[in-house]
């Protein structure tokens, strides 16, 4: 199970950097900040950004949502914090936007679509940058 919240966590932080409006000027994966908390903080001219990716086969609830949340907020400076659920959304979570000024977002897990989306971004990316893509 930690290998594939390890592989979630790298191809969310991937479709993150190479998004086409993607401003960022710096990343760094379990930054030595945040209690351990974060999983990548990013910084662009608006400031440092955390976010914490969590992943489940299971549905999540709204309990550990807002203690996720919660947590984010506690060990916080001046990060805008993500909590990116990546797995089964209950309808009680679907609408959810924030919780305790921590922004939650939301992804299916389903592997293939996650490395076939970082896939297509980094090679947009790439050739953005006069990089070759690669097959």
Do not use: Y
Not at 26 to 46: R, S, Y
């Amino acid at each position: 199970m930690a290998i594939r919240g390890f592989l979630v966590q790298t191809l969310v932080g991937l479709l993150e950097v190479v998004k086409p409006d993607s401003t960022f000027t710096e990343i760094t994966l379990e930054p030595a900040v945040g209690g351990d908390q974060f999983d990548f903080l990013w910084k662009n001219k608006d400031g440092s950004h955390a976010t914490q990716v969590k992943s489940t086969v299971n549905s999540f609830t709204n309990s550990d949502v807002e203690k996720w949340a919660n947590k984010l907020k506690q060990v916080r400076t001046d990060e805008k914090c993500t909590l990116l659920l990546v797995g089964n959304i209950p309808p009680a979570l679907v609408n959810i936007d924030a919780v305790a000024g921590v922004t939650i977002e939301a992804k299916n897990l389903h592997l293939g679509d996650l490395v076939e989306q970082a896939a297509q971004r980094l090679a947009k990316f790439l050739e953005s940058e006069q990089l070759p893509a690669g097959t």
